[in-house]
């Protein structure tokens, strides 16, 4: 068996059935960042642990309930409140832990937007790492997210999960996304500073978080970089057979891009 983590923060649209997906493990632990709706009142109704901490990073928060709040078993399970557990994934992760070839196994997300599954344009499959030795793995910041730092080899698991993006409606994304394109603009002069493009990794990488992560790197040094995510994600990788939900997906992630261009802009003024 292992445990699972639930991430939240004003998640009361998602936080029963995040959790109600998860029961098929007996250890709880919701981690929440003092939300402001009915998350915890919702939470509550349900047998699992609850426990508030500030909010500083995702990075510095999956290290801070990591390292403080103690689980049953030692390999652990990271969800967060818009994410599902399915009884196939669970089952492929017992069968996983019981293995001692890897630390730690990336899951692939299914992305579920306007009440379908983006195949296409969201680089299926895009993996995370989600079920870990604890111990084994923690995390660093990377832009608004987070990045996993591994003692030991890890594994793919081929069940995934899906991730309803926008469950909360449009004006919360953009709302999240208008605060992450600060922190994705400070990593963006960062990488253009310090970072170098792996051509081996990009074409050649073992895994496709590593040829994922060179790809960014690319893209961060490209020209008119919006335009060619939208063309990228909608021509090259499909997003034009995702229908409506992915013309509509693939025209926000450009917007997301713009505004990240934007506030280095803005910082590059202010520290001129």
């Given at each position: 068996m292992f445990s699972i983590y639930i991430l939240t923060y004003n998640?009361?649209?998602?936080?029963?059935?995040?959790?109600?997906?998860?029961?098929l493990s007996d250890d709880l632990i919701v981690v929440d960042s003092?939300?402001?709706?009915?998350?915890?009142?919702?939470?509550?109704?349900?047998?699992?642990?609850?426990?508030?901490?500030?909010?500083?990073?995702?990075?510095?928060?999956?290290?801070?309930?990591?390292?403080?709040?103690?689980?049953?078993y030692e390999w652990v399970y990271i969800l967060e409140a818009?994410?599902?557990?399915?009884?196939?994934?669970f089952e492929e992760c017992l069968g996983a832990i019981k293995s001692t070839n890897a630390v730690g196994y990336y899951v692939a997300e299914k992305v579920i937007f306007m009440g379908k599954w983006i195949r296409y344009s969201t680089?299926?499959?895009?993996?995370?790492?989600?079920?870990?030795?604890?111990?084994?793995?923690?995390?660093?910041?990377y832009g608004h997210a987070e990045r996993e730092v591994c003692d030991g080899v890890t594994g793919f698991l081929q069940q995934t999960y899906p991730h309803?993006?926008?469950?909360?409606?449009?004006?919360?994304?953009?709302?999240k996304h208008n605060r992450y394109s600060s922190d994705e603009a400070m990593e963006t002069i960062k990488q253009l500073?310090?970072?170098?493009?792996?051509w081996q990794d990009l074409f050649l990488g073992k895994s496709e978080v590593i040829r994922r992560r060179a790809l960014k790197n690319l893209s961060l040094r490209l020209p008119f970089r919006p335009?060619?995510?939208w063309i990228y994600m909608y021509f090259v990788l499909g997003g034009i057979f995702d229908g409506k939900p992915g013309f509509a997906w693939c025209t926000l992630q450009a917007f997301y891009e713009y505004l990240i261009l934007l506030k280095v802009e803005e910082i590059k003024q202010k520290d001129g």
């Open positions: 998640e009361e649209i998602d936080i029963g059935p995040c959790i109600e997906s998860a029961m003092f939300s402001t709706d009915r998350t915890l009142e919702i939470a509550s109704i349900y047998d699992v642990r609850i426990v508030q901490h500030k909010f500083e990073s995702h990075g510095l928060q999956r290290t801070w309930m990591l390292k403080t709040m103690p689980t049953k818009d994410e599902r557990m399915t009884p196939e994934l680089q299926y499959p895009r993996y995370q790492m989600r079920l870990f030795h604890k111990g084994k793995v923690w995390f660093t910041d309803y993006t926008c469950s909360k409606g449009l004006s919360r994304w953009l709302d500073a310090t970072g170098d493009i792996n335009v060619f995510r």
